[in-house]
């Protein structure tokens, strides 16, 4: 059965707040460390899905946004910002309109930068190992190939830049409930 879940992580950026119950993820303060991870893996084949709902400030760039092999329950260092992690072998990550990973790069034909205050952008990894992207529902197609198939992917998001706050509007094959009450402000 197919269910709504999609809390973020206790472990995130300094200048993350989580609200409404861990579904919401705000950055506070300056224009970085603000690396968000989903609290779940994301099933292989499931769809890892944010909205854009706020952004401005005067910075440039936006969100930065993918998948990691790194579970976050490990107490994994998060990084001031994506850029950190583009020579990283355990991450993919999808920043302006290149997908960075291992220290390689694959152009894709939109650009998160134009990503607009109520739209989403989503991934998935199918069951070939294909990472595939999609704004609005909409596929954007290929991404990456080769993703490992028989790992478990959490989902990122940096909210960088013009970027101020997400919503996670991700499915899960089962029913998950977020571990923090529904109303309350998490700090990390």
Same mark, same amino acid.
């Given at each position: 059965?197919?269910?709504?879940?999609?809390?973020?992580?206790?472990?995130?950026?300094?200048?993350?707040?989580?609200?409404?119950?861990?579904?919401?993820?705000?950055?506070?303060?300056?224009?970085?460390? $603000?690396?968000?991870?989903?609290?779940?893996?994301?099933?292989?084949?499931?769809?890892?899905?944010?909205?854009?709902?706020?952004?401005?400030?005067?910075? $440039?760039?936006?969100?930065?946004?993918?998948?990691?092999?790194?579970?976050?329950?490990?107490?994994?260092?998060?990084?001031?910002?994506?850029?950190?992690?583009?020579?990283?072998?355990?991450?993919?990550?999808?920043?302006?309109?290149?997908?960075?990973?291992?220290?390689?790069?694959?152009?894709?034909?939109?650009?998160?930068?134009?990503?607009?205050?109520?739209?989403?952008?989503?991934?998935?990894?199918?069951?070939?190992?294909?990472?595939?992207?999609?704004?609005?529902?909409?596929?954007?197609?290929?991404?990456?190939?080769?993703?490992?198939?028989?790992?478990?992917?959490?989902?990122?998001?940096?909210?960088?830049?013009?970027?101020?706050?997400?919503?996670?509007?991700?499915?899960?094959?089962?029913?998950?409930?977020?571990?923090?009450?529904?109303? $309350?402000?998490?700090?990390?």
């Amino acid at each position: 059965m197919s269910g709504k879940c999609g809390c973020f992580h206790s472990n995130h950026g300094h200048n993350i707040r989580l609200k409404e119950g861990g579904t919401e993820a705000h950055r506070v303060e300056s224009y970085n460390k $603000a690396v968000v991870f989903t609290e779940q893996p994301i099933p292989h084949g499931g769809m890892f899905t944010i909205k854009l709902l706020d952004k401005g400030g005067g910075w $440039a760039g936006s969100i930065r946004f993918g998948f990691t092999l790194l579970s976050p329950d490990n107490n994994i260092p998060v990084p001031s910002g994506a850029l950190d992690l583009y020579r990283s072998s355990d991450y993919w990550i999808l920043s302006a309109s290149t997908v960075h990973h291992n220290g390689q790069e694959n152009k894709v034909d939109f650009n998160l930068e134009s990503l607009r205050v109520g739209q989403t952008v989503s991934c998935s990894v199918n069951k070939e190992g294909e990472l595939r992207y999609y704004i609005d529902g909409q596929d954007q197609g290929l991404g990456w190939s080769g993703v490992p198939t028989d790992k478990p992917l959490w989902g990122f998001a940096d909210i960088y830049g013009l970027a101020r706050k997400i919503k996670s509007e991700f499915l899960c094959d089962e029913v998950m409930s977020c571990s923090e009450d529904s109303d $309350a402000e998490v700090t990390g």
